[in-house]
């Protein structure tokens, strides 16, 4: 345990193996919006090891307390972390047992401080967060980064999702989506991310939470299209290459 | 309270089993200026006497605001309350700042009381000797809560503290029950006729005594002294008219009392 790795020199300090430097098992991109009863999040259930698609049954959103909703990408153990974390904090909301809760809000918050704070000491969770909630009929959907970034949209992505789900939610989105349209719009950013990005697999869940509570979806498969005439003869247009 | 061998200590039991240090903090609480606090569903009214020791000096503050949606009363030891308030004003920010939400009173209250209780059970410590009368908002609504020097907490409808506070808490059980409906108007009025309860015949002017409102949609404040005189004014020139009482059997001296200026329209203020 107290061996170095080797890839990191001789002169480097101990200190360094005490801080996260780069993540190992990754999640890749979160995708979610609201619609008219709350919030729809989907993300598919692959966990990466580089560029190996390694574990592919990850859940990478998951209920905290009764209003909010969690979904990460990044490093998938910081994930377990934080959920760690915000199980000590909705046991001891729970302990009081006084009529009053912590609403997506107040976890988003507190979630923000956390990143914040690790950033500052230079030991990050490598995890960018969407946090989804509904409480007494306000809807709220957020967004942390592995620095701290925050903000509150009407839709969010991380990573790759930023740049091609994001665009389409732009121009498709609207209020009071029904659940048939917001899970439609998800699946179309989706399909999109599983087509470009490499570290997506087939293999997804969408999760809903509404004021009566959490839903996540069994894992299922989107369809895919590969029928193009381009790749069924590929070299038509450079004969002889393959 | 007599002396006696047991109470040098606030680490030391009595053999019936009292702290009697700890009563002793709960006495300064008595001697202090009154503060009374009354809540309905949605509002919570703070009023103290506020009487400057001589006519140089100026008044001795007795109501802080610690946050939006949340203040306090105290009676006592002023020192300890400024310092407890400071406490509670720094615990409030703090979580205002993790959560950018409010915190819910009763848990301040707790926090509070817990940081009393701390005091009663270390010899190198003593008990604070204030009584805070904390009123504030949380999901459920509004809230009127009571922490002693013991380190005890107890939620009101409406509670009186201080010397002279038994004659605002009489006033106060014959009308409590109405309360929980009353209007932000009434509930002043209840609270400013409870302070001159207390003032055992001394006219009631808004140069002392203090008054604070809270309520949902309204943060905390303290009430100013023109406001407070033209709310005086207006239900004594009223002929301190009460809204009838559902069981009028009382024949206590204070509904005597009040019910003769009525008649005489604008005769002097009530004697005892």
Known sequence: ?242 | MFRNQYDTDVTTWSPAGRLFQVEYAMEAVKQGSAAIGLRSKTHVVLACVNKASSELSSHQKKIFKVDDHIGVAIAGLTADGRVLSRYMRNECINYSFTYESPLPVGRLVVQLADKAQVCTQRSWKRPYGVGLLVVGLDELGAHLYYNCPSGNYFEYQAFAIGSRSQAAKTYLERRFENFTDSSREDLIKDALISVRETLQGEKLKSSICTVAVVGIGEAFHILDQETVQQLIDAFEIVGEDEPPVPEVGDAEADQGEAAAPAAEEGAAPMDI
């Open chain 1, 1 to 242: 345990m107290d061996q170095k790795p080797f890839s990191q020199g001789l002169l480097s300090s101990e200190a360094d193996s005490q801080r996260t430097l780069y993540p190992y098992v990754t999640g890749t991109s979160v995708v979610a919006l609201k619609y008219k009863d709350g919030i729809l999040m989907a993300a598919d259930m692959g966990g990466s090891y580089g560029s190996t698609l390694r574990y592919k049954s990850v859940e990478r959103m998951k209920s905290i307390g009764k209003h909010s909703l969690l979904g990460a990408s990044g490093e998938l153990s910081d994930f377990q972390e934080i959920l760690r974390y915000l199980d000590e904090l909705i046991l001891y909301d729970n302990m009081w047992d006084d009529g009053n809760s912590l609403g997506p809000k107040e976890v988003h918050s507190y979630l923000t401080r956390v990143m914040y704070n690790r950033r500052n000491k230079f030991n990050p969770l490598w995890s960018s967060l969407v946090l989804g909630g509904v409480k007494n009929g306000e809807k709220y959907l957020g967004m942390v980064s592995m620095i701290g970034v925050h903000f509150e949209d009407n839709h969010v992505a991380t990573g790759f999702g930023n740049h091609l789900a994001r665009p389409i939610l732009r121009e498709e989105w609207h209020e009071n989506l029904s659940f048939e349209d917001g899970v439609k719009l998800l699946e179309k950013c989706m399909r999109v991310l599983l087509y470009r990005d490499r570290s997506a697999v087939n293999k997804l869940q969408i999760a809903k939470i509404t004021e009566e509570g959490v839903t996540v979806s069994q894992p299922y498969s989107l369809k895919t299209f590969w029928g193009f005439s381009a790749f069924s003869n590929p070299t038509v247009g450079a004969e002889g290459s393959w």
